[in-house]
């Protein structure tokens, strides 16, 4: 059966890396892929990471009600393009996003069956090292705001109808693997 997946926890928390073990494993599911105001990040990909626009855009995709969700998050926009979205779903897949907690109310909203997903860390001090380890090149008020942002993030924990500790990698997939698994045989 098709479902909305969405995905969120801290920065840091690797969601990423576990969401592109889902995308491995499960062909019928297709990642959407978020539109970011933000510069790319070393080794990042236009259309495989992001689509990477300038705020001007974004904002007309706004008010064109382009976008399915959208929030500012540290000082950059984010969003998820309406199109591909609602297109995965009429075709009857499954689709993930992976978005913070702003979007993810606004999803629920909309589309109340979607099924919300929160990977969190094993502790927020292993949280700010493995920010501080991923943006090297950020500027020390960034990681700063992410870190603290993080922090806000874990208290969101409740509004999610499954949280996934993400202590051990292999472990936090498997779990999260058969959570989805059991979802979409339904
Ligand atoms: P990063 O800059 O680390 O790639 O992402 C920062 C945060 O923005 C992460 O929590 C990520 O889940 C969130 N994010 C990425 N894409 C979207 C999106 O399309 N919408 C929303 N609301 N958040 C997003």
Do not use: W
Not at 146 to 165: C, G, L, P, Q
Request: charged share 30%; with cysteine; glycine share 6%.
């Amino acid at each position: 059966m098709s479902k909305l997946f969405i995905i969120s926890g801290p920065s840091g928390a690797g969601k990423g890396t576990l969401v592109n073990m889902i995308m491995k494993n499960f062909n019928d599911i297709f990642l959407s892929i978020s539109m970011t105001t933000r510069q790319p990040r070393p080794g990042e990909q236009e259309g495989i990471n992001y689509y990477y626009i300038s705020v001007d855009e974004f904002k007309n995709r706004i008010s064109q009600d382009k976008m399915l969700e959208y929030a500012e998050y540290c000082g950059t926009y984010y969003g998820t393009p309406r199109e591909p979205a609602e297109n995965a779903l009429s075709n009857g897949n499954s689709m993930i996003l992976e978005i913070e907690v702003e979007g993810m109310r606004q999803v629920k909203a909309k589309m109340p069956d979607a099924v919300t997903i929160f990977i969190a860390p094993p502790s927020i001090d292993d949280l700010a090292r493995r920010i501080k380890k991923r943006n090297p090149d950020e500027l020390d008020s960034v990681i700063e705001k992410r870190i603290n942002r993080a922090k806000a993030e874990m208290e969101f924990t409740s509004e999610y109808d499954h949280i996934v500790v993400n202590d051990d990698l292999d472990e936090a997939y498997n779990e999260l693997a058969a959570l989805i698994a059991d979802y979409i045989k339904e």
